[in-house]
């Protein structure tokens, strides 16, 4: 997609690796100023660093969005610094394939904490001060998981059908408290990433899309014209198994 995001700022969670740092560089690539945040100090500075190199404007942040205050801290700091925040998109999350008979209550925290809290919190911290800036554009990555569910992956359905339901309401809030405020779910299905590779180290690539073609998904929602905005959008394989 054909983006001109020259004098915007972006925000992108769990941007470190994977779906987060193709969406990282898609957004910077257009011109835009991105806050790149993770908890993976190490992989984020290498991320920056290389975009650097490349000629593109990144800063990284170190913070953890299950953490509420110091999820307002770093915004705080970002519009601070920016005077604006015009693009957030709650990327990050994690996963525990684990059958609920074996799972720890430790483990559902961290699952639902950074999937669904996590956005939570951020979207608190930056709609507000959207809604005072006259506009922004709020992507929440979502999951086919929020549509169906499969063994070993309950707190991750969970907390993907909650973030849906949460995209869903803030875009009809938005389109009352501000027009000029987009919110957009995006329902990824299955990428060739750390994320899936990790867990699964024996699946079929063949089966599995490539995150950049889903990073330039939020591209196309970021250029529909101010008058419109896409509320959601599906990007699977073609053969994805968990859809519909």
């Given at each position: 997609?054909?983006?001109?995001?020259?004098?915007?700022?972006?925000?992108?969670?769990?941007?470190?690796?994977?779906?987060?740092?193709?969406?990282?560089?898609?957004?910077?690539?257009?011109?835009?100023?991105?806050?790149?945040?993770?908890?993976?100090?190490?992989?984020l500075k290498e991320l920056a660093?290389?975009?650097?190199?490349?000629?593109?404007?990144?800063?990284?942040?170190?913070?953890?969005?299950?953490?509420?205050?110091?999820?307002?801290?770093?915004?705080?700091?970002?519009?601070?610094?920016?005077?604006?925040?015009?693009?957030?998109?709650?990327?990050?999350?994690?996963?525990?394939?684990?059958?609920?008979?074996?799972?720890?209550?430790?483990?559902?925290?961290?699952?639902?904490?950074?999937?669904?809290?996590?956005?939570?919190?951020?979207?608190?911290?930056?709609?507000?001060?959207?809604?005072?800036?006259?506009?922004?554009?709020?992507?929440?990555?979502?999951?086919?998981?929020?549509?169906?569910?499969?063994?070993?992956?309950?707190?991750?359905?969970?907390?993907?059908?909650?973030?849906?339901?949460?995209?869903?309401?803030?875009?009809?809030?938005?389109?009352?408290?501000?027009?000029?405020?987009?919110?957009?779910?995006?329902i990824a299905g299955g990428m060739?990433?750390?994320?899936?590779?990790?867990?699964?180290?024996?699946?079929?690539?063949?089966?599995?899309?490539?995150?950049?073609?889903?990073?330039?998904?939020?591209?196309?929602?970021?250029?529909?014209?101010?008058?419109?905005?896409?509320?959601?959008?599906?990007?699977?394989?073609?053969?994805?198994?968990?859809?519909?």
């Amino acid at each position: 997609m054909q983006v001109d995001l020259r004098g915007r700022s972006a925000l992108v969670t769990g941007a470190a690796r994977g779906l987060g740092a193709a969406i990282t560089r898609r957004l910077a690539e257009a011109g835009a100023m991105v806050w790149a945040a993770d908890v993976r100090e190490g992989e984020l500075k290498e991320l920056a660093r290389k975009l650097g190199e490349d000629g593109w404007t990144v800063q990284p942040l170190v913070f953890d969005i299950r953490d509420s205050g110091q999820v307002a801290s770093a915004v705080g700091d970002i519009w601070n610094a920016s005077g604006n925040l015009h693009i957030l998109v709650n990327n990050a999350a994690v996963d525990v394939s684990k059958p609920i008979e074996h799972l720890s209550a430790e483990e559902a925290d961290r699952v639902i904490g950074t999937n669904l809290l996590g956005p939570i919190h951020l979207c608190l911290e930056n709609y507000r001060r959207m809604i005072k800036q006259g506009g922004g554009h709020i992507i929440n990555i979502l999951s086919t998981a929020a549509n169906r569910t499969w063994t070993e992956a309950g707190p991750y359905s969970a907390s993907k059908t909650g973030l849906r339901a949460f995209t869903h309401t803030l875009f009809q809030e938005a389109q009352r408290d501000c027009i000029g405020i987009g919110v957009t779910g995006i329902i990824a299905g299955g990428m060739e990433t750390q994320f899936i590779l990790e867990r699964f180290p024996d699946a079929d690539t063949s089966k599995l899309q490539d995150p950049a073609i889903v990073a330039d998904t939020v591209m196309y929602a970021l250029s529909v014209p101010a008058g419109s905005v896409v509320g959601e959008l599906v990007i699977v394989p073609r053969n994805e198994p968990s859809w519909p």
